[in-house]
């Protein structure tokens, strides 16, 4: 009895030291969806050797998968670690799959992994996220009660520079905790946002740590370190995160990928791109014309397009894709960046006059007045929609209550409180709903083909 007792502790211990970060569920470069399905498995553990086996159980019982592999991250504050990872491949189609991870021959970890599904499904999407705040959590405990089959931060994934030790200090403890097992099973998605990519660009070595640690697909615009429209980094300062990084840098910055009948075209719209550019722009009209089989198409980026908040009122220099936007049938552009939630009228918008980076583009509205999300649903333009509530500080709670102050195109304003946006997508019927951190219902739309 007493070496049976003995064995359980030294295995709860061995769990308990095995990670630094435990595993998290990333989509991998996966875009499309596939008969049978395949998920990245990532988890960080100190720099030292250990057996490392992933299983996965099928039909035929438990099955040892081959192929893991790690990128050492040796670059201060923390210590170097380890960024394990392996690909899940042949998993079944909207599936909640077991896995469990083993060390040395002994179970550490266990969980489900949610597949993608090939039809209806429920995505969460929220944004201006990580900043250890209770609020922070708080959406996080919320999301994870509504009980998505995947989740996108629509940028500012982690405050405030994107840094590996802020993501050890308030990201995976609070998205992958066993209180809030989100990460665990299902995949997460993000893009980075403007604090999320060097901003003093010689303070903080560890940064960005958005390249090593996600990994989603890399079927962005094919661009190089230190090339126009890549996330800047200097060499020198950065090179162990880079090196860490493998083909994520700069590429994994943009990309698009399918979820049931929706196409997700997600764009780096940091200071430093330009999608007039012919490069970014040939891509853009590329990706959204060749999704063709897709009832839906979503664009999600962090800088939004159309919005009323005083704060950040300036920052337009994204509105000049609006009309290739329109030319393909994107339905709903995500943003967040403006710490509150908004959307407007479905609306299209062809620009007159382009500034500077940080001054107004001015240009010409077309409205969809009749349009109401309730008797009728079938929207002629883009709905645009701000969902930055999602843990940072809120913007401008006072316009709320203050319709004077909202742009004539804009529906919604609430800032009063923080939100996420819940995407229920049944063929062609999408329903958004905005709710609060105890899951009440704050805004909600119906759209239909
Ligand atoms: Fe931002």
Redesign the pocket.
Known sequence: MRTLLLCLLTAFMHAQDAFLVKPYLQLGDAPRSMPKERLDLMWHTEDRDGAWIVEVRGAQGWTALAGATFHRLDTPPLPAHRIHRVTMNNLPQGASVPYRVKLDGAVVFEAEAQTRKAGAHRMIVLG?AANGSATQAAIARAVAAARPDAVFIA??LVYGRGRASEYRAHFFPVYNSDETPLMRRVPVLGVP???DVPYDLKKWPDAPAYFAYWSLPLNGPALKAGEANAAPVVAGVHDAVVAASGPAFPRMASFSFDYGKVHWTVLDSNVYTDWESPALKAWLEADLKAAKGAAWRIVAL??PLFQSSRT?ADDQWMRPISPILEKYGVDLVLA??VHNYQRTVPLRFRPTKVGPRGKAVAGEFTVDQAFDGKTVTRAKGIIHIVT?AGGAELYDSWQTDAKASWQPWTRAFISDRHSFTVLDVKAKTLKLRQLDTEGRELDAITLTK
């Open positions: 201006d940028g500012d946002g403007n604090h962090h800088h950040h967040g960046h930055g």
